[in-house]
């Protein structure tokens, strides 16, 4: 490439604390390009994965459950996985709960596009999903308007502090059940991006990440805006959970967990066709 061909690339993701931590590099320009200009565009996931099925951004944040939806635009990007490893996405209660207690209830969920909700039908095919936004789970579960809810984000961290009770871990079951980490969230790249682009966004997605990854304090002091809330112990904790080796770059297991996730998905019933799973570096 030539410095003269510059391409403006909007960069979609969640204003999270995790993905706030591995964009840090990008969106403070410390990390940069010759090459290619990053706009940074902000939605919560649920949002980015319907705008993925229009091909609305270059470079966006997705569920992996989203990608058997969007693989004819898009491109899973080696780096940029966020990965339950051992951990995830949890169902919480307001009343201690055995698992199997779960079927047929009404259960809040982040979205039907989300991860988190692929994972739970795969584990209880049974229950009546009730789409909810991911902030208001907590609420519909403690105001009884549904029996459960399935929360992502910090709230896997601070649900026994607002007094709700774990019923499942999704990524421990997982783990336990398939001896891999759970893929919950990928960045993919527009597929009608030339090789060179794709390359490119690849390159500074990685270098963003491992940054921030050497560069603790001050990622970490930038993430703390989207944090909701977050003393900095706990959300350095979360930062921790899902920015690391695996987020630098997916390596053999990633695509394998992610493979082993949609099979699984598709023989459940939720995703209606099978796809193979396919990253760029």
């Known amino acids: ?75 899973l990007m080696s780096s940029g996985s966020s990965v339950g490893d051992g951990y995830g996405p949890m169902v919480i209660a307001n009343r201690p709960m055995h698992p199997e207690e779960l079927k047929g209830k009404r259960i809040a969920i982040p979205g039907k596009m989300t991860t988190a909700y692929l994972a739970m039908r795969i584990i209880e095919p049974d229950f009546e999903a009730v789409p909810t936004p991911f902030d208001r789970i ?6 009884h308007v549904v029996d459960a809810g399935l929360v992502i984000h910090e709230a ?36 009608s991006l030339t ?40 959300a350095e904790k979360f930062v921790g959970m899902y920015v690391n080796h695996h987020t630098v770059d997916a390596g053999e297991i990633i695509p394998r967990a992610a493979q082993k996730l949609l099979d699984l998905g598709h023989e459940a019933g939720v995703i209606p066709h099978r796809i193979t799973v396919e990253f760029v570096r």
């Open 138 to 143: 907590e609420e519909a579960v403690r105001e």
């Open 195 to 234: 090789p060179e682009i794709q390359s490119e966004c690849c390159r500074l997605m990685r270098e963003s990440i491992q940054y921030a990854l050497d560069n603790t304090d001050e990622a970490l002091n930038y993430a703390m805006q989207f944090a909701r809330d977050m003393e900095q112990p706990l």
């Open 1 to 75: 490439m030539t410095s003269s061909a510059v391409k403006d690339i909007v960069c979609a993701h969640s204003p999270d604390s995790d993905d706030a931590f591995m964009f840090y590099g990008l969106a403070t320009r410390k990390i940069r390009s010759r090459f290619v200009n990053i706009k940074h565009v902000l939605e919560d996931i649920e949002s980015l994965n319907r705008k993925a099925l229009e091909g609305v951004y270059e470079l966006t944040a997705i569920s992996y459950h989203a990608y058997p939806y969007v693989a004819d635009k898009y491109v």
């Open 156 to 191: 896997q961290l601070t649900f026994g502090k607002a007094g709700f009770h774990n019923v499942l871990d999704l990524g421990k079951w997982w783990r336990k059940k398939y001896n891999l980490p759970l893929p919950l969230g990928a960045n993919a790249l527009l597929r």
